[in-house]
Protein backbone atom coordinates (compact mmCIF):
# COMPACT_ATOMS: atom_id res chain seq x y z
CA UNK A 1 0.00 0.00 0.00
CA UNK A 2 2.79 2.26 0.80
CA UNK A 3 4.45 1.72 -2.67
CA UNK A 4 1.40 1.86 -4.43
CA UNK A 5 0.80 5.48 -2.57
CA UNK A 6 4.75 6.16 -3.77
CA UNK A 7 4.05 6.04 -6.68
CA UNK A 8 0.66 8.24 -7.27
CA UNK A 9 2.31 10.92 -5.70
CA UNK A 10 4.90 11.08 -9.10
CA UNK A 11 4.04 13.48 -11.42
CA UNK A 12 5.43 11.55 -14.76
CA UNK A 13 3.39 8.50 -15.00
CA UNK A 14 1.28 7.25 -17.72
CA UNK A 15 -2.52 8.48 -17.43
CA UNK A 16 -3.41 5.02 -17.53
CA UNK A 17 -0.94 4.01 -14.82
CA UNK A 18 -2.33 6.18 -12.76
CA UNK A 19 -5.54 5.51 -13.04
CA UNK A 20 -4.92 1.79 -12.60
CA UNK A 21 -2.91 2.56 -9.47
CA UNK A 22 -5.80 4.44 -7.97
CA UNK A 23 -8.11 1.52 -8.63
CA UNK A 24 -5.51 -0.40 -7.05
CA UNK A 25 -5.20 1.73 -3.84
CA UNK A 26 -9.40 1.86 -3.34
CA UNK A 27 -9.16 -2.09 -4.14
CA UNK A 28 -6.22 -2.14 -0.94
CA UNK A 29 -7.88 0.48 1.04
CA UNK A 30 -11.54 -1.54 1.07
CA UNK A 31 -10.06 -4.79 1.88
CA UNK A 32 -8.10 -3.38 4.97
CA UNK A 33 -11.43 -1.99 6.05
CA UNK A 34 -13.62 -5.39 5.83
CA UNK A 35 -10.54 -7.07 7.48
CA UNK A 36 -10.57 -4.42 10.39
CA UNK A 37 -14.44 -4.81 10.33
CA UNK A 38 -14.06 -8.56 10.59
CA UNK A 39 -11.71 -8.30 13.21
CA UNK A 40 -13.76 -5.85 15.51
CA UNK A 41 -17.03 -8.32 14.96
CA UNK A 42 -15.15 -11.06 15.68
CA UNK A 43 -14.08 -9.84 19.05
CA UNK A 44 -17.18 -7.45 19.76
CA UNK A 45 -19.01 -11.15 19.09
CA UNK A 46 -16.31 -13.19 21.77
CA UNK A 47 -17.59 -10.22 24.11
CA UNK A 48 -21.07 -10.39 23.68
CA UNK A 49 -20.82 -14.07 24.08
CA UNK A 50 -19.41 -14.10 27.11
CA UNK A 51 -21.85 -11.57 28.24
CA UNK A 52 -24.85 -13.41 27.12
CA UNK A 53 -23.16 -16.59 28.52
CA UNK A 54 -21.92 -14.92 31.88
CA UNK A 55 -23.32 -17.59 34.76
CA UNK A 56 -24.71 -15.80 38.71
CA UNK A 57 -23.75 -18.29 41.45
CA UNK A 58 -25.18 -18.41 44.80
CA UNK A 59 -23.44 -20.70 46.92
CA UNK A 60 -24.89 -21.98 50.22
CA UNK A 61 -22.01 -23.64 51.42
CA UNK A 62 -18.67 -22.57 52.91
CA UNK A 63 -16.69 -25.30 51.16
CA UNK A 64 -18.30 -24.77 47.79
CA UNK A 65 -17.33 -21.47 47.66
CA UNK A 66 -13.62 -21.71 48.55
CA UNK A 67 -13.63 -24.02 45.35
CA UNK A 68 -15.51 -21.29 43.45
CA UNK A 69 -12.79 -19.28 44.40
CA UNK A 70 -10.22 -22.01 43.61
CA UNK A 71 -11.38 -22.31 39.92
CA UNK A 72 -11.46 -18.79 39.35
CA UNK A 73 -15.62 -19.15 39.09
CA UNK A 74 -15.56 -16.36 41.76
CA UNK A 75 -16.30 -14.20 38.90
CA UNK A 76 -19.66 -15.54 38.49
CA UNK A 77 -20.66 -15.43 41.97
CA UNK A 78 -23.06 -12.99 43.41
CA UNK A 79 -24.01 -14.33 46.77
CA UNK A 80 -23.26 -16.62 49.86
CA UNK A 81 -23.61 -17.47 53.03
CA UNK A 82 -22.83 -15.41 56.28
CA UNK A 83 -20.32 -18.46 57.13
CA UNK A 84 -18.36 -18.33 53.86
CA UNK A 85 -15.17 -16.23 55.04
CA UNK A 86 -12.49 -17.85 52.84
CA UNK A 87 -10.78 -16.07 50.98
CA UNK A 88 -10.79 -12.99 52.21
CA UNK A 89 -12.30 -11.55 48.87
CA UNK A 90 -15.45 -13.72 49.88
CA UNK A 91 -16.58 -10.38 51.77
CA UNK A 92 -16.87 -8.66 48.96
CA UNK A 93 -19.89 -10.97 47.71
CA UNK A 94 -23.22 -10.37 49.37
CA UNK A 95 -24.82 -12.43 51.72
CA UNK A 96 -27.88 -14.50 50.94
CA UNK A 97 -28.55 -16.30 54.16
CA UNK A 98 -26.95 -18.78 56.21
CA UNK A 99 -25.98 -22.53 55.84
CA UNK A 100 -29.28 -23.58 56.40
CA UNK A 101 -31.96 -20.02 56.67
CA UNK A 102 -31.89 -19.10 53.10
CA UNK A 103 -32.80 -15.08 52.63
CA UNK A 104 -35.56 -15.93 49.87
CA UNK A 105 -36.01 -12.14 48.89
CA UNK A 106 -32.55 -11.77 48.49
CA UNK A 107 -32.11 -14.60 46.44
CA UNK A 108 -34.93 -13.29 43.84
CA UNK A 109 -33.18 -10.17 43.64
CA UNK A 110 -29.51 -11.25 43.02
CA UNK A 111 -31.42 -13.18 39.89
CA UNK A 112 -29.06 -16.38 39.93
CA UNK A 113 -28.41 -18.54 37.62
CA UNK A 114 -26.87 -21.58 39.59
CA UNK A 115 -27.59 -22.25 43.26
CA UNK A 116 -25.06 -24.81 45.36
CA UNK A 117 -25.95 -26.67 48.52
CA UNK A 118 -23.23 -28.93 49.69
CA UNK A 119 -25.54 -31.42 52.26
CA UNK A 120 -26.91 -28.89 53.11
CA UNK A 121 -30.37 -28.38 50.86
CA UNK A 122 -33.47 -28.44 52.62
CA UNK A 123 -37.33 -29.21 51.08
CA UNK A 124 -38.19 -25.69 51.70
CA UNK A 125 -35.33 -24.83 49.91
CA UNK A 126 -35.65 -27.08 46.69
CA UNK A 127 -39.77 -26.13 46.34
CA UNK A 128 -38.62 -22.40 46.53
CA UNK A 129 -36.16 -23.25 43.65
CA UNK A 130 -38.50 -24.98 41.48
CA UNK A 131 -41.15 -22.47 41.80
CA UNK A 132 -38.77 -19.97 40.54
CA UNK A 133 -37.41 -22.04 38.00
CA UNK A 134 -33.63 -21.65 39.15
CA UNK A 135 -31.07 -24.34 38.65
CA UNK A 136 -29.76 -25.98 42.04
CA UNK A 137 -27.26 -28.40 42.59
CA UNK A 138 -26.42 -30.40 45.86
CA UNK A 139 -22.88 -31.11 45.53
CA UNK A 140 -21.98 -33.37 48.58
CA UNK A 141 -18.30 -33.74 49.73
CA UNK A 142 -18.25 -35.44 52.63
CA UNK A 143 -15.26 -37.38 52.39
CA UNK A 144 -11.68 -36.84 51.16
CA UNK A 145 -12.66 -39.14 48.38
CA UNK A 146 -15.48 -36.64 47.39
CA UNK A 147 -13.25 -34.30 46.63
CA UNK A 148 -11.76 -34.29 43.28
CA UNK A 149 -15.25 -35.42 42.21
CA UNK A 150 -17.46 -32.85 43.57
CA UNK A 151 -14.95 -29.90 41.75
CA UNK A 152 -15.25 -32.32 38.52
CA UNK A 153 -19.00 -31.58 38.73
CA UNK A 154 -18.83 -28.44 39.86
CA UNK A 155 -16.88 -27.60 36.22
CA UNK A 156 -19.24 -29.68 34.76
CA UNK A 157 -22.10 -27.52 35.67
CA UNK A 158 -20.51 -24.16 35.33
CA UNK A 159 -18.75 -25.05 31.70
CA UNK A 160 -16.06 -22.59 32.10
CA UNK A 161 -12.56 -22.27 31.73
CA UNK A 162 -10.09 -23.39 34.72
CA UNK A 163 -6.79 -24.37 35.45
CA UNK A 164 -6.36 -28.14 35.21
CA UNK A 165 -2.83 -27.99 37.06
CA UNK A 166 -4.45 -26.73 40.19
CA UNK A 167 -6.74 -29.48 39.78
CA UNK A 168 -4.42 -31.91 39.35
CA UNK A 169 -2.39 -30.52 42.20
CA UNK A 170 -4.85 -31.80 43.81
CA UNK A 171 -5.21 -35.50 43.16
CA UNK A 172 -1.31 -35.68 43.09
CA UNK A 173 -1.01 -34.75 46.83
CA UNK A 174 -4.48 -37.04 47.96
CA UNK A 175 -2.97 -40.00 45.75
CA UNK A 176 1.04 -39.12 47.63
CA UNK A 177 -0.79 -39.69 51.10
CA UNK A 178 1.35 -42.12 52.92
CA UNK A 179 0.67 -44.18 55.61
CA UNK A 180 2.54 -42.75 58.26
CA UNK A 181 0.13 -43.17 61.40
CA UNK A 182 1.83 -46.59 62.76
CA UNK A 183 -1.82 -47.18 63.85
CA UNK A 184 -1.97 -44.84 66.09
CA UNK A 185 -5.64 -44.11 68.09
CA UNK A 186 -6.86 -40.81 67.33
CA UNK A 187 -9.71 -39.25 69.45
CA UNK A 188 -11.39 -36.02 67.26
CA UNK A 189 -13.23 -34.21 70.33
CA UNK A 190 -15.67 -31.82 67.95
CA UNK A 191 -17.79 -30.48 71.21
CA UNK A 192 -17.34 -30.36 74.81
CA UNK A 193 -20.92 -30.03 76.36
CA UNK A 194 -22.20 -32.52 74.46
CA UNK A 195 -19.51 -34.40 74.09
CA UNK A 196 -19.51 -35.45 70.40
CA UNK A 197 -16.46 -36.90 68.66
CA UNK A 198 -16.06 -36.82 64.66
CA UNK A 199 -15.87 -40.48 63.65
CA UNK A 200 -14.18 -42.71 60.53
CA UNK A 201 -17.01 -41.31 58.30
CA UNK A 202 -16.17 -37.44 59.15
CA UNK A 203 -14.17 -35.84 56.68
CA UNK A 204 -11.19 -35.73 58.93
CA UNK A 205 -11.46 -39.09 60.10
CA UNK A 206 -11.68 -40.04 56.56
CA UNK A 207 -8.33 -38.25 55.70
CA UNK A 208 -6.39 -39.40 59.07
CA UNK A 209 -7.61 -43.20 58.27
CA UNK A 210 -5.74 -42.20 54.71
CA UNK A 211 -2.39 -41.60 57.01
CA UNK A 212 -3.03 -45.02 58.78
CA UNK A 213 -4.57 -43.69 62.21
CA UNK A 214 -7.19 -45.18 63.28
CA UNK A 215 -10.46 -43.29 63.94
CA UNK A 216 -13.53 -44.28 65.91
CA UNK A 217 -15.77 -46.01 62.97
CA UNK A 218 -19.07 -45.36 62.39
CA UNK A 219 -21.25 -44.97 60.11
CA UNK A 220 -22.62 -41.19 61.03
CA UNK A 221 -19.97 -38.36 60.57
CA UNK A 222 -20.30 -37.59 64.27
CA UNK A 223 -21.49 -39.33 67.43
CA UNK A 224 -22.54 -38.61 70.58
CA UNK A 225 -19.55 -40.20 73.01
CA UNK A 226 -18.74 -40.81 76.86
CA UNK A 227 -15.87 -39.94 78.92
CA UNK A 228 -15.97 -43.79 79.34
CA UNK A 229 -15.69 -45.06 76.44
CA UNK A 230 -12.34 -43.14 76.15
CA UNK A 231 -11.13 -46.05 78.56
CA UNK A 232 -12.06 -48.59 75.82
CA UNK A 233 -10.96 -46.85 72.83
CA UNK A 234 -7.55 -45.88 74.24
CA UNK A 235 -6.37 -43.07 72.05
CA UNK A 236 -2.80 -42.08 71.66
CA UNK A 237 -3.71 -38.92 70.01
CA UNK A 238 -6.45 -36.21 71.02
CA UNK A 239 -7.62 -33.57 68.57
CA UNK A 240 -9.64 -30.65 70.02
CA UNK A 241 -11.62 -28.99 67.38
CA UNK A 242 -12.93 -25.96 69.92
CA UNK A 243 -11.53 -23.51 71.39
CA UNK A 244 -11.22 -25.79 75.03
CA UNK A 245 -7.66 -25.93 75.92
CA UNK A 246 -7.46 -27.78 79.19
CA UNK A 247 -8.32 -31.32 78.13
CA UNK A 248 -5.94 -33.13 80.52
CA UNK A 249 -7.28 -31.34 82.64
CA UNK A 250 -10.94 -30.81 82.11
CA UNK A 251 -11.09 -35.16 81.94
CA UNK A 252 -9.61 -36.71 84.94
CA UNK A 253 -9.73 -40.33 82.75
CA UNK A 254 -7.02 -38.68 80.39
CA UNK A 255 -4.78 -38.52 83.41
CA UNK A 256 -4.67 -42.22 83.13
CA UNK A 257 -2.43 -42.21 79.70
CA UNK A 258 0.82 -40.10 80.33
CA UNK A 259 1.81 -40.77 76.57
CA UNK A 260 -1.43 -38.86 75.57
CA UNK A 261 -0.56 -36.72 72.89
CA UNK A 262 -2.95 -33.32 72.51
CA UNK A 263 -3.65 -30.86 69.36
CA UNK A 264 -5.61 -28.12 70.15
CA UNK A 265 -6.39 -26.56 66.69
CA UNK A 266 -7.18 -22.74 66.21
CA UNK A 267 -10.13 -21.40 64.11
CA UNK A 268 -7.96 -21.35 61.08
CA UNK A 269 -7.02 -25.25 61.19
CA UNK A 270 -10.75 -26.14 62.51
CA UNK A 271 -12.16 -24.52 59.01
CA UNK A 272 -9.37 -26.59 57.16
CA UNK A 273 -10.28 -29.45 58.88
CA UNK A 274 -14.15 -29.04 58.54
CA UNK A 275 -14.29 -27.68 54.58
CA UNK A 276 -14.18 -30.86 52.28
CA UNK A 277 -12.51 -28.82 49.25
CA UNK A 278 -9.39 -27.48 47.89
CA UNK A 279 -7.63 -26.50 51.57
CA UNK A 280 -7.19 -30.54 52.03
CA UNK A 281 -3.87 -29.99 50.70
CA UNK A 282 -3.63 -27.82 53.97
CA UNK A 283 -5.09 -30.45 56.15
CA UNK A 284 -2.31 -32.79 54.16
CA UNK A 285 0.07 -30.61 55.20
CA UNK A 286 -0.91 -30.33 58.48
CA UNK A 287 -1.30 -33.94 59.37
CA UNK A 288 2.53 -34.55 57.68
CA UNK A 289 3.79 -32.01 59.97
CA UNK A 290 2.33 -32.26 63.30
CA UNK A 291 0.88 -35.43 63.86
CA UNK A 292 2.82 -38.28 62.19
CA UNK A 293 6.03 -39.40 63.94
CA UNK A 294 9.06 -39.53 61.27
Known amino acids: MKKVTELLKMGNIDSKLHSNLYTLREVILKR ?20 LNAQRI ?13 LSYDRYLVGRTSFCNYP ?46 IKYYDIKMEKIDDITKGIDSIIKIVGKDYD ?34 ATSSSYIGSILKLFGFKIFEDEKPYINFSYENIL ?5 IVIFMHSFKNG ?16 FLDDEKIDI ?7 VIDAIDIIERDFCER
Open 58 to 70: ISFAPNITETLFF
Open 273 to 279: FSRSGPR
Open 232 to 236: SFKPD
Open 88 to 133: KNTEKIEIAGSFIDIDYEKVVSLKPDIVFFSGNLTDKSEKFLKEKN
Open 164 to 197: TSKVEKIRNKILGIKKLGKDQKVLIEVSEKPFII
Open 248 to 263: KDKYSILKNFDKIKFV
Open 32 to 51: NSMERLKNFSFIFLFFISNF
